[in-house]
Nanobody, 124 residues
Framework: QVFLVESGGGLVQAGGSLRLSCAAS????????MGWFRQAPGKERELVAAISGGGGITDYTDSVKGRFTISRDNAKNTVALQMNSLKPEDTAVYYC?????????????????WGHGAQVTVSS
C-alpha cells in the first residue's frame, strides 16, 4: 500500500514562510511525477506545483510563481514545497500527490496517490 505523508503545515503571518514535506513509501518514487495541490473552503482542488521524476522539470500555477519552490530527493523518497512571501489567499489544505505518466497534471483525477493533507493558514 502506497503512503504519502505530509508534514510542516501550520499558522503563519502574511509575508512569512513555511516548508511542507511529503514522505512516500511503497512506491518507485523516481518513476512518479510529484505534485502539491491545495483546496480552500468552497473551492476546487488546484495544482500548485509539480516536479518530474528526475527533478529536472518543474511547473507552478501563476499565483505562486516566484514565491514557492518545489524540490525532491529521490534518495530519501521525499518532496518538499518551500513557500515564501505567503499571502492570506494561500490559506488551504495542501495535498501531496504522485502521478505516473501524466498527460495533464492539472486534473486531480489523473493523479494516482494522495496524502491526507496539511493545513496552511496565513493570517493578515
Amino acid at each position: 500500500q502506497v503512503f504519502l505523508v505530509e508534514s510542516g503545515g501550520g499558522l503563519v503571518q502574511a509575508g512569512g514562510s513555511l516548508r511542507l514535506s511529503c514522505a512516500a513509501s511503497a512506491i518507485t518514487f523516481s518513476s512518479y511525477t510529484m505534485g502539491w495541490f491545495r483546496q480552500a473552503p468552497g473551492k476546487e482542488r488546484e495544482l500548485v506545483a509539480a516536479i518530474s521524476g528526475g527533478g529536472g522539470i518543474t511547473d507552478y500555477t501563476d499565483s505562486v510563481k516566484g514565491r514557492f519552490t518545489i524540490s525532491r530527493d529521490n534518495a530519501k523518497n521525499t518532496v518538499a514545497l518551500q513557500m515564501n512571501s505567503l499571502k492570506p489567499e494561500d490559506t488551504a489544505v495542501y495535498y501531496c500527490a504522485a502521478g505516473w505518466r501524466l498527460l495533464d497534471t492539472t486534473q486531480p483525477r489523473n493523479w494516482n496517490f494522495w496524502g491526507h493533507g496539511a493545513q496552511v493558514t496565513v493570517s493578515s
